[in-house]
């Protein structure tokens, strides 16, 4: 399987690729960010950025997902990750679909319509039969790309030693 077999497809505004060591500039800038990283326990550093990426790059090595690097179609820029993450909670392994998106062009859409991509890659690709997403109880931005893509709240869970809001739908 190539690694273009691999990616959701491209939406009408966005596209997907791998990260690569190259995209350190742009992660390291979105993962640094107060607002991006603000429903998270602190922001990240250049260094845990890299680090991102190569997680990113086992993922795709061990799983054939991850989290992809997202594109603007129409002008090639730099518009956040979204993606796949195994995640476990409480002791049970999950496929999560995950993003985030660069301040200045959050409110576009572009999480609702990446997320969308990859919830339609987990089902129609890869198999998945259940999909999740992992959100904070104050994001509520979050719980609406959750929502509008069909997942549903199904429980408040202890993730990381934080209480989290649990979203799922299940596949039929």
């Given amino acids: ?10 939406t ?13 500039d742009d992660m390291a800038a979105l993962l640094g960010d107060p607002d991006v990283m603000r429903y998270y326990p602190r922001t990240r550093t ?4 890299g680090r991102w990426i ?22 090639g820029e ?16 999950f496929i999560e679909v995950g993003y985030l998106v660069p301040t200045a062009l959050q409110g576009r859409g572009y999480a609702t319509e990446a997320a969308a991509a990859c919830r339609d890659h987990a089902r129609d690709v890869l ?12 994001n ?16 408040l869970a202890d993730f990381h030693g934080l209480p989290r809001r649990i979203y799922s739908m299940t596949f039929a």
């Fill in 140 to 155: 509520v931005p979050s719980q609406r790309v959750a929502e509008k893509n069909g997942l549903t709240l199904e429980r």
């Fill in 127 to 138: 198999g998945v039969d259940r999909l999740i997403s992992i959100i904070h109880p104050d």
């Fill in 46 to 49: 250049r260094e845990e950025a």
């Fill in 78 to 93: 730099f518009a956040g990750n979204c993606g796949l993450v195994r995640q476990t909670i409480e002791g049970e392994d």
């Fill in 54 to 75: 190569e997680a990113s790059l086992r993922s795709y090595a061990e799983h054939g997902h991850g989290l992809w690097l997202l594109t603007v179609r129409e002008t």
């Fill in 1 to 10: 399987m190539t690694s273009e077999h691999r990616l959701p497809a491209p």
């Fill in 12 to 24: 009408a505004r966005l596209g997907f690729r791998e990260m690569t060591p190259d995209d350190l």
